[in-house]
Structures are given as structure tokens and as C-alpha cells.
């Protein structure tokens, strides 16, 4: 070790000559952008909004993390709001109804049930548009019967066509309200006579590949003015 010469102030060392160390990462900031990209939206933002304010009061590092937590997570709630309206539709718009309803309603196929009543039928044997009504009410028809096509309706082929499911519908029909099979079918000859016929709604094709395996059975009265319900025997029929 040597000696400074004398006459000279002996070697001073600035604390800005040192390296600062650097910024420690608020834990906060962090953990709202791995919840951010977790999707967990609510969270992502609470952490996030915590991490600006911890980084702010002490100076921590960890910013950019906190804001990209909030961004994401406010991306993961209107995401998940959305598929949640979604999916609520979807359960809305394919939920049995129940067997009578207070008011007209416009469904899909797939909602009905044995005992609702549909004030019109389409002319042309289509199924749109179909609008279930109070069985208190005149209506055209009543679904009666359903069941369930077995899978080898259509086996043999990975996209059916109409005709085997019409043709599968149209015999579970017959063999359910075959008043000679079944004396308890409440479509009963009397009822033939007078002019009601049984009607069978199949799936589409579209709808079978999705999953639609119901046949409906109606008891269908061309001209309309039915009031009251086959199911329960209080049905009558207008005088012609």
C-alpha cells in the first residue's frame, strides 16, 4: 500500500460512481399477468390495479406487468360475459318446454313435448316457425307422442338423407297411436272419423349429425279449431 504524496487530499469516491442496483419486480404486477393470461379476467384486474399502485408508493419495477394483467383481464371478462349471454341462449333456445304454456310462444322442434299444442301446421309439411299456443285456445295440432330414432336409422352412411328418417318416424308413429295396437293412444278411431290425422316430424339430416334423434307424433286436424288436449280426453273438435 502506498501513501498519497503529501500536499495532495487523499482519493474521495463518489456513491454515484457505484452501480444501482437494480429494481426489485412487484410481485403483484406479476401475478396479474399470469392470471391475465390464465383468463381469470376479475382477478387479472384486481392484481393489476394493486401492482400500479404498489409500484407507484415504492418505486418498484413491474409496471408494464401490472397494465398488460388489466388489459388481459379486462379481454378475458367481456370474453367470458359474452359466452356466457351465449350459452345461455343456447340452454334457452333448446330446454324442453313445459307440457302446457300460459302464452304463445315461438320454439324450435327440439323443445317440444308430449301435451304441447302448436296452432299451425305448414301446409307444405315443413317444420318452421312453429308456434306453441294454450291448448285452452284453438290451435291445429298436439304433439302426442315422441321418442327416440335409434342410431340405425341411418347406418351405413355418415350423411343420411330425409327419406329414412322420415320413413323411421312415420312407423313409430303408427305402432305408438295404432288405436287397434294401443287402446290406450289417445288419438282414438273416433277421432280418425272426425277427421284427425297423426303427423310425424322428423329430424333433418343437419339436425341428426348434431345430435337430434327425437320423432314427434301429432295428432293434426286440417282445418283447425281443436280446443282442449288429447292427453288428458278434453279435447273437442269444432262442429263442421
Same mark, same amino acid.
Given at each position: 500500500?502506498?501513501?498519497?504524496?503529501?500536499?495532495y487530499?487523499?482519493?474521495?469516491?463518489?456513491?454515484g460512481?457505484?452501480v444501482?442496483?437494480?429494481?426489485?419486480?412487484?410481485g403483484l404486477?406479476?401475478?396479474?399477468?399470469?392470471t391475465?393470461l @390464465?383468463?381469470l379476467?376479475?382477478?387479472?384486474?384486481g392484481?393489476g390495479i394493486?401492482?400500479?399502485?404498489r409500484?407507484?408508493?415504492?418505486?418498484?419495477?413491474?409496471?408494464?406487468?401490472a397494465?398488460?394483467?388489466?388489459i388481459?383481464?379486462a379481454?378475458?371478462?367481456?370474453?367470458?360475459?359474452? @359466452?356466457?349471454?351465449?350459452?345461455?341462449?343456447?340452454?334457452?333456445?333448446?330446454?324442453?318446454l313445459?307440457?302446457?304454456?300460459?302464452a304463445?310462444?315461438?320454439?324450435?322442434a327440439g323443445?317440444?313435448?308430449?301435451g304441447n299444442c302448436v296452432?299451425?301446421?305448414?301446409?307444405?309439411?315443413?317444420i318452421?316457425?312453429i308456434?306453441?299456443?294454450?291448448?285452452?285456445?284453438?290451435h291445429?295440432a298436439?304433439v302426442?307422442?315422441t321418442?327416440?330414432?335409434?342410431?340405425?336409422t341411418?347406418s351405413?352412411?355418415?350423411?343420411?338423407?330425409?327419406?329414412? @328418417?322420415?320413413?323411421?318416424t312415420?312407423?313409430?308413429?303408427?305402432?305408438?297411436?295404432?288405436?287397434?295396437?294401443?287402446?290406450?293412444?289417445?288419438?282414438?278411431?273416433?277421432?280418425?272419423?272426425a277427421?284427425?290425422?297423426v303427423?310425424?316430424w322428423?329430424?333433418?339430416p343437419a339436425?341428426?349429425?348434431?345430435?337430434?334423434?327425437?320423432a314427434l307424433?301429432l295428432?293434426?286436424l286440417p282445418?283447425g279449431g281443436?280446443?282442449?288436449?288429447?292427453i288428458?280426453?278434453s279435447?273437442?273438435?269444432?262442429?263442421?
Amino acid at each position: 500500500m502506498t501513501m498519497p504524496p503529501a500536499g495532495y487530499p487523499e482519493p474521495y469516491y463518489a456513491p454515484g460512481w457505484n452501480v444501482a442496483p437494480p429494481k426489485r419486480t412487484d410481485g403483484l404486477s406479476i401475478a396479474a399477468l399470469v392470471t391475465g393470461l @390464465l383468463g381469470l379476467g376479475p382477478v387479472a384486474i384486481g392484481l393489476g390495479i394493486g401492482g400500479l399502485a404498489r409500484t407507484k408508493r415504492n418505486g418498484s419495477g413491474g409496471r408494464g406487468m401490472a397494465w398488460a394483467g388489466i388489459i388481459l383481464g379486462a379481454i378475458g371478462t367481456v370474453v367470458a360475459i359474452v @359466452l356466457g349471454v351465449l350459452a345461455l341462449a343456447v340452454a334457452n333456445a333448446t330446454r324442453p318446454l313445459p307440457a302446457t304454456v300460459k302464452a304463445p310462444e315461438g320454439v324450435f322442434a327440439g323443445r317440444l313435448v308430449v301435451g304441447n299444442c302448436v296452432g299451425t301446421v305448414a301446409a307444405d309439411g315443413l317444420i318452421r316457425n312453429i308456434q306453441v299456443v294454450p291448448c285452452g285456445t284453438a290451435h291445429q295440432a298436439q304433439v302426442v307422442a315422441t321418442g327416440s330414432l335409434p342410431e340405425s336409422t341411418v347406418s351405413g352412411t355418415s350423411t343420411p338423407s330425409q327419406r329414412p @328418417l322420415d320413413d323411421r318416424t312415420a312407423q313409430f308413429c303408427s305402432a305408438t297411436l295404432d288405436p287397434q295396437v294401443n287402446p290406450s293412444a289417445p288419438v282414438t278411431a273416433q277421432h280418425r272419423a272426425a277427421g284427425v290425422r297423426v303427423v310425424a316430424w322428423s329430424p333433418s339430416p343437419a339436425g341428426w349429425q348434431l345430435g337430434d334423434r327425437q320423432a314427434l307424433c301429432l295428432a293434426y286436424l286440417p282445418g283447425g279449431g281443436l280446443t282442449g288436449s288429447f292427453i288428458d280426453g278434453s279435447v273437442t273438435l269444432p262442429s263442421r
